[in-house]
């Protein structure tokens, strides 16, 4: 009888065994972002709750801050010494990538609960192209494992400190480096499949920065065919989840039917819109286009700033109860610690026009 209960116990001893192992391989991100109508939600609360500022509702916006070269390398070896530290007259990705999550906390505490950080980057001279080679794709779209080393370390904080990244997949300028249209289908799927895998819930995907502009290679990319890779990423769920997607369109442009009819939020970009009155224009001409149905709006690009002004980009989109990102670059003759997008990056608040962005978050979002 002994022999009979120690035969029983130990097979059930080892099942018990793995089914705990196992559950310690399981991711346990604890950030969920989901949408309820116009507003956004985090762990199933609006976000800001109960929050207004000058009459106008803050709860449920999604303020963000272009930051896309946060997992930045270039893998041209002609340009690559383009973008040396001051300090130490070299490029270091992984160094990048460090400070990038060391400043998250102090953004964080501003008020800022997402920011846009892309797969292909963006122009690390602010504007402009040249043969610099930055992209997380091999050429058949497999993912490149140091650049997704990089980016989760940067999931997985935003994960810890409740924000929601844009994850941008495409960026003109780069993907040429993807050799068809078959390699970007390959690359979309494997960066869903790659985020599944990792268990994130709290990511909104910006399939392209701006899929209008001329510059896209990849015909799927273009603004005409956006919408595949949309219907693409919606497709991917796992356990009843599937990550919200859009894409942006070039400064001042209105999304397309055939991405307000399949997206689950709406991106505008803010860039060459001098008049903040345009900013509300562009955001009620967003929601007469066909097929519209209450979902947020987002700027997630904007180099307006005037932040002391009685108005501006910002305060327009809040007034017209959609997000707004700010998008600062290094301009001619400033130093190292102006601008987010141009590399190498500073990634503290550490010029005057940072800090005229984070104190007015701060102010408008009561943190």
Request: proline share 4%.
């Given at each position: 009888?002994?022999?009979?209960?120690?035969?029983?116990?130990?097979?059930?001893?080892?099942?018990?065994?793995?089914?705990?192992?196992?559950?310690?391989?399981?991711?346990?991100?604890?950030?969920?972002?989901?949408?309820?109508?116009?507003?956004?939600?985090?762990?199933?609360?609006?976000?800001?709750?109960?929050?207004?500022?000058?009459?106008?509702?803050?709860?449920?916006?999604?303020?963000?801050?272009?930051?896309?070269?946060?997992?930045?390398?270039?893998?041209?070896?002609?340009?690559?010494?383009?973008?040396?530290?001051?300090?130490?007259?070299?490029?270091?990705?992984?160094?990048?990538?460090?400070?990038?999550?060391?400043?998250?906390?102090?953004?964080?505490?501003?008020?800022?609960?997402?920011?846009?950080?892309?797969?292909?980057?963006?122009?690390?001279?602010?504007?402009?192209?040249?043969?610099?080679?930055?992209?997380?794709?091999?050429?058949?779209?497999?993912?490149?494992?140091?650049?997704?080393?990089?980016?989760?370390?940067?999931?997985?904080?935003?994960?810890?400190?409740?924000?929601?990244?844009?994850?941008?997949?495409?960026?003109?300028?780069?993907?040429?480096?993807?050799?068809?249209?078959?390699?970007?289908?390959?690359?979309?799927?494997?960066?869903?499949?790659?985020?599944?895998?990792?268990?994130?819930?709290?990511?909104?995907?910006?399939?392209?920065?701006?899929?209008?502009?001329?510059?896209?290679?990849?015909?799927?990319?273009?603004?005409?065919?956006?919408?595949?890779?949309?219907?693409?990423?919606?497709?991917?769920?796992?356990?009843?989840?599937?990550?919200?997607?859009?894409?942006?369109?070039?400064?001042?442009?209105?999304?397309?039917?055939?991405?307000?009819?399949?997206?689950?939020?709406?991106?505008l970009h803010g860039n060459g819109v001098h008049d903040p009155e345009q900013i509300t224009e562009m955001v009620k001409l967003t929601r007469q286009v066909s097929g519209y149905k209450p979902m947020p709006i987002i700027f997630n690009e904007d180099d307006h700033f005037d932040f002391e002004a009685e108005t501006n980009n910002f305060f327009q989109a809040i007034g017209a109860y959609a997000s707004w990102g700010y998008f600062d670059?290094?301009?001619?003759?400033?130093?190292?610690?102006?601008?987010?997008?141009?590399?190498?990056?500073?990634?503290?608040?550490?010029?005057?026009?940072?800090?005229?962005?984070?104190?007015?978050?701060?102010?408008?979002?009561?943190?």
């Open positions: 009888m002994i022999k009979t209960h120690r035969a029983f116990f130990i097979p059930i001893f080892i099942l018990v065994t793995v089914l705990l192992n196992l559950s310690f391989l399981q991711p346990t991100q604890k950030t969920k972002v989901s949408i309820e109508g116009e507003a956004f939600l985090i762990n199933g609360k609006k976000t800001y709750e109960g929050r207004y500022w000058n009459g106008n509702r803050i709860e449920g916006l999604l303020f963000n801050s272009r930051m896309v070269q946060g997992i930045f390398d270039d893998l041209n070896p002609t340009t690559v010494g383009n973008w040396k530290y001051p300090d130490t007259q070299k490029w270091d990705p992984d160094r990048n990538t460090q400070e990038f999550i060391s400043a998250m906390d102090s953004w964080y505490a501003h008020g800022l609960l997402s920011f846009t950080i892309n797969l292909q980057g963006g122009s690390p001279v602010g504007y402009g192209n040249s043969d610099w080679y930055n992209s997380a794709y091999y050429e058949d779209g497999r993912l490149r494992p140091d650049y997704m080393a990089r980016m989760k370390k940067i999931l997985d904080r935003a994960d810890e400190l409740g924000m929601v990244p844009i994850l941008g997949l495409f960026y003109f300028g780069q993907d040429q480096n993807l050799k068809d249209d078959y390699a970007v289908i390959h690359a979309t799927e494997n960066v869903i499949d790659w985020l599944i895998t990792e268990g994130y819930q709290n990511i909104l995907i910006e399939v392209a920065n701006e899929c209008d502009n001329n510059k896209y290679d990849r015909d799927i990319i273009k603004a005409d065919r956006i919408h595949e890779l949309i219907d693409l990423i919606k497709s991917k769920e796992n356990n009843g989840f599937r990550f919200p997607v859009s894409t942006s369109y070039n400064g001042g442009r209105i999304p397309k039917e055939n991405v307000v009819g399949r997206a689950d939020y709406l991106l670059f290094r301009m001619d003759g400033e130093d190292f610690k102006s601008g987010y997008q141009s590399v190498p990056v500073d990634w503290g608040i550490n010029s005057e026009r940072k800090n005229q962005f984070f104190n007015k978050l701060k102010e408008i979002t009561g943190w």
